[in-house]
C-alpha cells in the first residue's frame, strides 16, 4: 500500500540528482533550504495534496506504482480520459506556498510516455492573482526530465523551443500563456495536463529543486546557427556543408525533376489541370472549378469537367520568414556583413509577438530566402517560383494552398499552369470595424462590409482571379477564436461586457434585440439563465454575470451568421463565379453554431487540423452534407536539425504520416482537398513573428528537398484518383469475440468481420487503458497489468462505424456491454419511416437512461435519446450508440429507399 503524503530524500541521492553545469553558485545546502521540497511519492517526505479533475472537461485517474520509478521505488501513475483540460494538481497538504523567486534554483521533474503515441504536456503554476502555462510534446515511449524555468528573460529568447542544454533526456518548457503579474514567489499549486483529445498517460516522479540550465543563455546557446541557418551541432543526411555540395546537389534534383515532369505530362490519365482524365466520371465543362457529387462522393472538378483533388502547400511565398538577430547575436556562427553581397536580405523587425526578451526591434534575417540568392543570383525570386511549380508536377502536387505569393501566382495560371487558391484577410489592422475579442470582427459594424470589400479588391479582384481558370477558390481569414464552452467563453464575454449606450456597441445591441423576441419578459430570461437581472435595460450595460449555455450558442451563431453572409455577398458582387472556401477554422476550437452559420455561406467547408487524419467528431459532419478541405495539416520531425517537438520524429514517419492522412481523406467521401503546411521549414530559431520553429517543410532552410516526403508525394499521385473512386467503404465491424478475459502477459486477438468482407486493413484499434491492455494495428491485444480495459475498433475512413470489445486481465470481471442483435447489423426502411433501435439491442450492466445516440448524417436519418430513428431521405446512414459515462459502443448500417 502506498501513502500519499511524505519528506525529503537523503542529500546523496539528492545530490545525484543535480546536472553538473558552469556558472551556476548554487549550493547543495542553498537547495536543501529551499520551501519546495523533493516529491518522489516515497515514505518520510513533506505531505502534498494531489487532485484530480473530472466532469465536462475529462477525467483524470491517478495511482501509485512501481512502474517507471526514476527517484526511489514509487511513482504517480496518471490516465487522462477524454478531454484536453483534464489535470492533475499537486500542492502542499497545509496551504503554505512554494517560493520560486530566485531564478538560479528551477523545480525539474521527470515524465515517461508510456505509450507510441507522441503527447502533449502542459504545466501549470498557480499564484496569488492568477496562472501562468507552458507545453511542450513528450515522445512516445521515453522519459524525460522537464526544467521549469520561470525567468521570462531566460527561456523568452524568440524561439519555441531550443536544443536542450541538459541533454537529449531534458527539456526546458516550451512557452504557453498567462502570467500576468506573474509572483512566484507565491506559487501554491502545479497541475500537469494531457492536452490532447483522446486518452493519454503519464507516470510521473521526482519533483525536485535543481540550478537552473538556463541562467547564462549565452553560455549555452552560442554558435548554435551556421551561415546557411542550419544547426551547428549535429549532422544529418540532407544537411549542406558547402556552396559546392549545394550546388551539385541541386543540379541532381534539377536533372530528375525534368524526368519526372515529363512522365508526368505524358500521363493519359491526368488533365493538363491535373484532373482525373476518366471519361466515365467526367461532368460538365464550364471553364471554372465547382464542386459536385460523384457516387456519393464529394469532389472537385476542373474547368475541363474531370474529378479533381487538391493537394499542395500552404505559405508558397516568402513574408514573414524572417528570424530575430538583435538580441541573440551570439548564436549565430557567421552572418552576412550588412553592406556585403546577401546584406539586401536584412530587415527592420519590430512589434512582433515572441521577440527575444528585452528587445522590442531590431534587424531581421531571412536565411531561406539568402540562400535562394546563392542557388539563383540576383533573379532568385523570379526563379524560385518557376522551380516550385515545376517541383509540383514532378512531385506530382496538384495546387497551391492559401498564402501564395500574389504577384508570382495569382492571375497568372496560364503561365505556371498550377491550379491554385487565394487568401486574403479581411481582419488587417487597417480595417476600421470593431474587433469583439481577440481578431475576430463585429460583423454587425458597418466598417466591416467596407473592410471585406477592400481586403477583397485588394488581394483578389485587383489579380483578376476569378477569370483565371486555374484559380479555384478563395479563402478568406483564419482561425478565429470562437471558443467551445458557451457558458465561459472570452468573445461571449467581450460581448456582453459592452455597453449599449456606446455608439459602437453593434454585437451587443443585436444580441439584446435577439434576447427580448426570444422571452417575452425579464423574469422569463432569468429563469433560464438562473439570474436576477432587473430588466433588459439593466442586460444592456456592461454585464459580466452568467449566461445560459442555449444562448451563449445563440450569440456565437448570430456573430457567425452575420459573419459569413457579409463575405459571402460582398464575393458573390466581386467575384461571380470563385468559390468560397470558408476561413480555415481550427478543427479543436470551433463550436458546432459556427459550423452550421457557416455550412450556409460557403461552397467548401475549410478547417486546420493537425491530427493523424481528417476523421474528427468536431467536424461534425453528421449537421451537413457538403465538401469539405483541409486548409492546413503536416507531421513534424526532430531529425534535421530543428528543435521544436513533434507528433512524429523521423523523416520516414513523416513520409507514412503523409500518406495515411491524405489517403484518409481520399476515402472519406467528404473531402476534395487537403494542404500540407508548409512548402519550406520554418527558421530554426523561430519565425520572426511568433518565434515557430518546426521541421514542416517539403524542402529545407536551403531549399533541398527531404527525399522520403518527395516519394511519398508521387505515390499519392500516382494513385490518389483510384484511391477516391474504387474505394469500398464498410458499413459494418462485428466482432466475434466481444469478451475477452486473459491472463496478465498473454496476447489475444480481435477477431473482426468486416461488411463488405476482407477490409480489416481500414480497421483502427483503440484501448482506454494501455496500463491495463494494449492492441497493436492488427488487433492483437496484450495483457499488461491486472484490471479491465475497452478496446475500440473502428473504420479508419468514418468514424461512424465502430464498436468495442470488452478485456479482462486477470480475474474474470463482469463490465458494461452493448451491442446490437444479428437482426439489426443492416435495416432497409423507407422515407418516413420510424425505427426503435432500443429494440435490437443487448445491455449489460448499463440502463438505456446512460445511453448516447447519434445518426452520421442528419439529413438522412435523425436519432433521438431513446433509440428512435426517422428517416428523412433517402441513402445510407450509420446509427451510433455509445455508453456516455465510458467507452463500450456499437453501430448499425440502414438503408433508406
Known amino acids: 500500500m502506498f501513502k ?10 539528492l545530490s545525484t540528482a543535480i546536472p553538473t553545469l558552469a556558472d551556476t553558485a548554487v549550493t547543495d545546502e542553498e537547495i536543501l533550504s529551499h520551501s519546495f521540497k523533493t516529491i518522489s511519492f516515497e515514505e518520510g517526505e513533506a505531505p502534498i495534496k494531489i487532485t484530480a479533475s473530472t466532469g465536462v472537461w475529462g477525467s483524470v485517474h491517478h495511482e501509485f506504482s512501481n512502474d517507471y520509478a526514476t527517484d526511489g521505488e514509487v511513482s504517480l501513475k496518471v490516465r487522462y480520459e477524454e478531454g484536453s483540460s483534464a489535470n492533475v494538481t499537486l500542492a502542499p497538504a497545509d496551504g503554505s506556498k512554494w517560493d520560486f523567486s530566485d531564478d538560479r534554483m528551477i523545480l525539474a521533474y521527470d515524465v515517461t510516455n508510456p505509450v507510441a503515441e507522441a503527447g502533449r504536456l502542459v504545466t501549470t503554476f498557480k499564484y496569488d492573482g492568477g496562472s501562468i502555462s507552458y507545453q511542450q510534446n513528450i515522445e512516445g515511449n521515453t522519459t524525460k526530465t522537464v526544467y521549469c524555468v520561470l525567468d521570462k528573460e531566460q527561456y523568452s529568447l524568440g524561439a519555441d523551443m531550443l536544443p536542450s542544454p541538459v541533454g537529449e533526456n531534458g527539456m526546458v518548457m516550451g512557452s504557453g500563456w498567462g502570467g500576468a503579474n506573474f509572483d512566484p514567489s507565491t506559487i501554491s499549486s502545479i497541475s500537469l495536463r494531457y492536452s490532447l483529445d483522446g486518452v493519454g498517460y503519464y507516470i510521473f516522479d521526482n519533483f525536485r529543486v535543481v540550478p537552473n540550465p538556463l541562467l547564462n543563455p549565452e553560455n549555452v546557446y552560442s554558435n548554435i546557427v551556421d551561415k546557411f541557418g542550419q544547426y551547428t551541432k549535429a549532422d544529418w543526411p540532407t544537411k549542406t556543408h558547402s556552396e559546392e555540395e549545394m550546388h551539385e546537389r541541386f543540379a541532381l534534383e534539377d536533372a530528375q525533376n525534368a524526368i519526372w515532369v515529363e512522365e508526368s505530362l505524358a500521363r493519359k490519365d491526368r488533365s493538363k489541370y491535373g484532373g482525373y482524365k476518366n471519361e466515365d466520371l467526367r461532368q460538365e465543362s464550364t471553364g471554372q472549378f465547382y464542386t459536385t457529387k460523384i457516387d456519393g462522393k464529394w469532389t472537385l472538378i476542373d474547368p475541363d469537367g474531370y474529378p479533381f483533388f487538391s493537394t499542395g502547400f500552404g505559405i508558397v511565398r516568402l513574408d514573414g520568414m524572417s528570424t530575430w538577430i538583435s538580441g541573440r547575436e551570439y548564436m549565430y556562427e557567421e552572418l552576412p556583413a550588412k553592406d556585403g553581397e546577401l546584406g539586401d536580405h536584412y530587415d527592420r523587425l519590430q512589434n512582433t509577438l515572441s521577440p527575444p526578451s528585452g528587445v522590442k526591434a531590431g534587424d531581421g534575417f531571412p536565411f531561406y530566402e539568402a540562400n535562394l540568392e546563392r542557388r539563383y543570383g540576383d533573379n532568385w525570386l523570379e526563379e524560385w517560383g518557376k522551380n516550385a511549380t515545376t517541383r509540383f508536377e514532378a512531385w506530382g502536387l496538384t495546387s497551391i494552398g492559401a498564402w501564395a505569393e500574389p504577384k508570382l501566382f495569382f492571375g497568372k495560371g496560364s503561365e505556371h499552369k498550377t491550379p491554385y487558391t487565394a487568401f486574403t484577410w479581411t481582419t488587417v489592422s487597417s480595417g476600421k470595424h470593431i474587433r469583439l475579442y481577440d481578431s475576430v470582427p463585429d460583423p454587425f459594424d458597418p466598417e466591416f462590409e467596407k473592410s471585406t470589400r477592400a481586403a477583397l479588391n485588394s488581394q483578389a479582384v485587383k489579380y483578376n482571379i476569378n477569370k483565371d481558370p486555374y484559380c479555384f477558390g478563395l479563402f478568406v481569414d483564419n482561425e478565429f477564436k470562437w471558443g467551445t464552452s458557451m457558458t465561459n467563453n472570452s468573445l461571449i464575454k467581450a460581448v456582453l461586457d459592452d455597453d449599449i449606450a456606446n455608439e459602437k456597441s453593434y454585437a451587443k445591441k443585436h444580441f439584446l434585440t435577439v434576447l427580448q423576441d426570444k422571452y417575452d419578459t425579464i423574469e422569463d430570461l432569468n429563469r433560464a439563465w438562473e439570474t436576477n437581472i432587473a430588466s433588459f435595460n439593466e442586460l444592456g450595460k456592461s454585464y459580466t454575470g452568467k449566461i445560459s449555455a442555449e444562448d451563449g450558442g445563440v450569440l456565437i451563431y448570430e456573430i457567425a451568421n452575420k459573419y459569413y453572409k457579409t463575405v459571402h455577398d460582398v464575393m458573390d458582387e466581386l467575384l461571380p463565379g470563385t468559390l468560397y472556401l470558408g476561413s480555415r477554422n481550427t478543427e479543436f476550437g470551433t463550436p458546432t453554431e459556427v459550423i452550421k452559420a457557416a455550412i450556409q455561406y460557403v461552397d467548401i467547408l475549410s478547417f ?26 503536416n507531421f513534424t520531425g526532430t531529425d534535421s536539425g530543428l528543435f521544436a517537438a513533434s507528433g512524429v520524429g523521423t ?9 495515411n492522412y491524405v489517403e484518409n481523406a481520399l476515402k472519406s467521401g467528404n473531402f476534395v482537398g487537403v494542404h500540407w503546411f508548409q512548402y519550406y521549414d520554418q527558421p530554426i530559431l523561430g519565425r520572426s513573428w511568433d518565434g515557430e520553429n518546426y521541421n514542416a517543410g517539403f524542402v529545407d532552410v536551403v531549399d533541398m528537398p527531404y527525399p522520403e516526403l518527395i516519394e511519398a508525394s508521387r505515390y499519392v499521385y500516382d494513385t490518389m484518383y483510384e484511391t477516391k473512386f474504387n474505394h469500398v467503404p464498410m458499413t459494418n465491424i462485428d466482432v466475434k469475440n466481444p469478451h475477452i478475459n486473459m491472463d496478465l502477459g498473454t496476447t489475444a486477438q480481435i477477431e473482426a468481420i468486416t461488411t463488405p468482407l476482407n477490409l480489416n486493413d481500414d480497421i483502427n484499434y483503440y484501448t482506454s487503458n494501455a496500463y491495463v491492455a494494449t492492441v497493436d494495428k492488427n488487433g492483437v491485444v496484450s495483457g499488461v497489468s491486472e484490471g479491465e480495459a475497452t478496446i475500440t475498433v473502428k473504420n479508419a475512413n468514418d468514424l461512424f462505424v465502430v464498436t468495442s470489445v470488452n478485456v479482462t486481465v486477470g480475474e474474470n470481471i463482469e463490465q458494461t456491454a452493448l451491442a446490437f442483435d444479428d437482426n439489426a447489423k443492416e435495416i432497409v426502411t423507407t422515407i418516413g419511416a420510424t425505427i426503435d433501435l432500443s429494440k435490437y439491442l443487448e445491455l449489460n450492466a448499463i440502463e438505456k437512461s446512460e445511453l448516447e445516440w447519434k445518426s452520421s448524417e442528419k439529413f438522412i436519418a435523425t436519432v433521438d435519446q431513446s433509440g428512435v430513428v426517422t428517416a428523412h431521405s433517402s441513402g445510407r446512414v450509420t446509427i451510433v450508440v455509445k455508453d456516455k459515462n465510458g467507452y463500450v459502443t456499437d453501430s448499425v448500417n440502414l438503408v433508406i429507399q
Open 4 to 13: 500519499k503524503y511524505f519528506a525529503i530524500m537523503s542529500l546523496s541521492i
Open 608 to 633: 486546420n487540423n493537425y491530427n493523424e487524419d481528417v476523421q474528427r467528431e468536431k467536424f461534425r459532419v453528421e449537421e451537413y452534407d457538403m465538401p469539405m478541405i483541409i486548409g492546413e495539416f
Open 651 to 659: 523523416q520516414p514517419e513523416r513520409a507514412e504520416g503523409y500518406i
